[in-house]
């Protein structure tokens, strides 16, 4: 048996497409996870990865709470998890 989902309040979609890949999804998989367990909102949030989201010319994609957010960068990734609190 997996995770318990019922525990989860937030959930966190990276484009795994090849354009994404490619622009840093996985670096951005990591940093975020670093800072949702840092804040401690780890065990709260689950970061799953997609296919691709035909956004590519926007890559890296990040959906988070709804918010479609393009071309996310290392240093986004602050503004990311701060969504989740909101």
Known sequence: MG???????????ICNGKDCKKSGAK????????????KGLRDKTKILKT?????????????????WLADVKMKDVPDVVEILIK
Request: aromatic content about 8%; charged content about 30%; hydrophobic content about 30%.
């Open 3 to 13: 995770k318990d989902y019922n525990k989860v309040k937030h959930f966190v979609f």
């Open 27 to 38: 670096d951005l998989e990591r940093a975020i996870s670093s800072d949702l367990k840092s």
């Open 51 to 67: 296919k691709c989201t035909g956004r590519c010319k926007e890559a890296p994609i990040v959906l988070v709470n709804n918010h």
